[in-house]
């Protein structure tokens, strides 16, 4: 089954120090993996997928196939980077977009 | 100004009562969805429609009905007969199904409160 886990519901990390914020795959084919983000009162956007394999606000993510992982990585966290995250995946044909559960990034001072 | 406009933004609903959230696009998008956000449970999806005049249910469609009579335009009705309909709604498009690699866009939600 086609599936989006991110193990941790809330990740709390200091001003300047690295942030990594887990996701984990379970899909057949070949994937196609995104990072969404919500900033408070903002909508959810899109943060970076993996298929341009840029970087955003400093952000990064690398797809590891033999591990079935996407975490969305940052060396020095800011603190307007405090948001809710979402990792998702492409369910195929469909284009329909399989989400995880989220994962509430703080940046504190 | 091209993008997704969703209304109302917050809808109260009486017990019974059939309502219809509207989502709007005038980015030529062909594909359109419609996902329901909880706390802790992410965003699941409801219906989504590939092109004009179809559509098909996502993983929780119970209770719910939509329709894509114009390209632009896909309403979602949440009927009596969801249960648990207090919730936050939110409405996205694509350029194509199937061409997911591009990324959604999203609208700005919509937030039910049955009362």
């Known amino acids: 089954a086609q599936r989006v886990t991110q193990p941790e519901k809330l990740l709390s990390v200091f001003k300047g120090a690295p942030v990594e914020l887990k996701c984990n795959y379970s899909?057949?084919?070949?994937?196609?993996l995104f990072w969404y983000v919500q900033y408070s009162r903002q909508r959810l956007q899109l943060l970076l997928r993996h298929i341009s394999r840029e970087s955003i606000k400093g952000f990064t993510a690398d797809l590891n196939k033999g591990e079935t992982s996407f975490h969305l990585k940052k060396p020095f966290a800011q603190e307007e980077d405090s948001a809710m995250y979402y990792c998702a995946l492409n369910g195929g044909s469909q284009g329909n977009l399989i989400f995880g559960k989220g994962t509430k990034l703080s940046v504190k001072p | 100004d091209g993008g997704i406009t969703q209304s109302p933004k917050y809808l109260f609903r009486k017990e019974g009562q059939n309502v219809t959230l509207s989502c709007e696009q005038n980015l030529n998008h062909d594909a359109m969805y419609w996902y329901r956000q909880d706390p802790g449970q992410g965003l699941r999806l409801i219906y989504y429609?590939?092109?004009?005049?179809?559509?098909q249910k996502g993983d929780i469609a119970e209770g719910y009905s939509v329709s894509r009579e114009k390209k632009e335009s896909f309403p979602l009705t949440v009927t009596s007969a969801q249960k648990n309909p207090t919730a936050f709604y939110l409405c996205?498009?694509?350029?194509?199904?199937?061409?997911?690699?591009?990324?959604?866009?999203f609208g700005s939600g919509t937030r039910l409160t049955v009362v």
């Open positions: 996205a498009s694509s350029i194509a199904a199937g061409t997911g690699h591009y990324g959604y866009t």
């Open positions: 429609s590939q092109i004009v005049n179809d559509f």
């Open positions: 899909y057949s084919g070949s994937p196609e």
